[in-house]
């Protein structure tokens, strides 16, 4: 089978490696928008763009779940809607609530009933203590006045400590103030409703996620920064990022924690910067686009982006030598990247000042090297 047109044959065709050089023809060039130009010399540091995601702040935020058993009567609030510390939430009945309201109202009962009990041992310890003193009652009677009244105050504390309990555990179910069996969900702080996944009429058990309340004032921003990148980040550093939300906008971070170890599954490092987000514009789950640099420049060769094409998973640019007819044979060259920002990348090793590069219509000419590199196929 003969070669495709516009493409010089390569003996490398035939064993299906990659050929090292192909030549294009005028009209396969005009078609591909082919061009090229020759590199100089600059200096770069090192940068890279990176993902990341801007986060619900978990030190500002609440994951508010049911603390019993129950069935939701009424939801309160809806996404979106902003709340006031002690705010009620959700509404739910639960019988675990009834019971420790039950416990309530028997501890208070109790409670009473030994006070009056040490009330009576306490003026019958003072009664015998003066009829002793004028020798009316013998000593053991005094004595036996004594103990009973120590037992009707030891009585009266246990009294008071199951009171409190009682009241404890009703209160961590938020029934404290209610006697129906109703368990009130309140917001402990201040913000704005991020998720409502509570359903009126649903019954649910005890931790299912009612309400998640946060802060929007300030935000996190998470990034899993590549290992190549990981030298980049330095704790109070700044970070620059853009939002497809707001495209023409810049927003700041500061880096909070780096983690102290890669993933060894993704091989990133885990970032976390601290975002103020006074005017709400930025919204948690938006994706961000993180710019970071840093590093002594170096001297690199700056490229667009398109012109870095990854062959054989290695990052490669081409290198053009023009026939004068409109033609052109291409040489393809591995080269080392130092950072890429902006649309740009710079190139640090693999190129010398000089070099004619194809600086458009790169996927083209990679489309060419690949077509080239599969075996020829007998007829």
């Known amino acids: 089978m003969a070669a495709m047109p516009g493409m010089a044959p390569d003996s490398a065709s035939s064993t299906g490696a990659m050929p090292a050089n192909i ?7 005009q078609h591909g928008g082919v061009r090229w130009a020759p590199v100089a010399m600059t200096t770069a540091a090192a940068a890279a763009a990176v993902p990341g995601q ?41 019988t675990d609530a009834g019971m420790a309201q039950a416990d309530v109202a028997k501890a208070a009962a109790e409670l009473s009933s030994r006070r009056a009990q040490a009330e009576y041992a306490r003026s019958a310890r003072d009664r015998a203590e003066r009829l002793l003193a004028l020798k009316a009652i013998p000593r053991q009677d005094y004595e036996r006045a004594i103990a009973d009244n120590e037992l009707a105050q030891s009585s009266l504390a246990g009294a008071q400590a199951e009171l409190r309990r009682a009241r404890s555990t009703a209160a961590q179910l938020g ?30 058990d005890a931790g299912a996620p009612m309400v998640v309340v946060t802060d929007p004032a300030i935000l996190w921003l998470t990034i899993d920064a590549p290992e190549q990148f990981a030298a980049l980040f330095r704790v109070n550093d700044r970070l620059r990022f853009e939002v497809p939300a707001y495209p023409a906008a810049t927003f700041v971070a500061r880096v909070a924690s780096i983690g102290a170890g890669l993933d060894p599954n993704t091989r990133t490092l885990p970032v976390r910067g601290v975002v ?21 420049a170096a001297p ?52 010398a000042p000089g070099d004619i590069v194809v600086s458009a219509g790169a996927f083209a000419v990679k489309a060419e090297f690949t077509r080239g590199s599969m075996p020829k196929m007998e007829m």
């Open 300 to 351: 690199a060769v700056i490229l667009p982006d398109d012109a870095v094409q990854l062959l054989e998973n290695t990052p490669t640019v081409f290198l053009a030598r023009p026939d004068g007819k409109g033609g052109a044979a291409f040489t393809r060259r591995a080269v080392e990247i130092l950072s890429r920002t902006g649309g740009h990348v710079a190139i640090s090793k693999g190129l």
């Open 54 to 94: 801007i986060v619900p702040d978990e030190d500002r935020t609440a994951r508010l779940g049911t603390p019993a058993r129950g069935r939701v009567l009424s939801v309160h609030v809806q996404a979106g809607d902003r709340v006031s510390a002690g705010q009620a939430l959700v509404t739910l009945e639960s």
């Open 175 to 204: 029934a404290a103030s209610s006697t129906s069996g109703e368990i009130v969900i309140r917001s402990p702080m201040r913000g704005v409703v991020l998720a409502r996944t509570a359903v009126p009429g649903a019954v649910v």
């Open 276 to 296: 103020a987000n006074t005017d709400a514009r930025l919204k948690p789950e938006m994706l961000a686009n993180v710019l970071v640099s840093g590093g002594d």
């Open 23 to 29: 030549t294009l023809s005028a009209a396969q060039i």
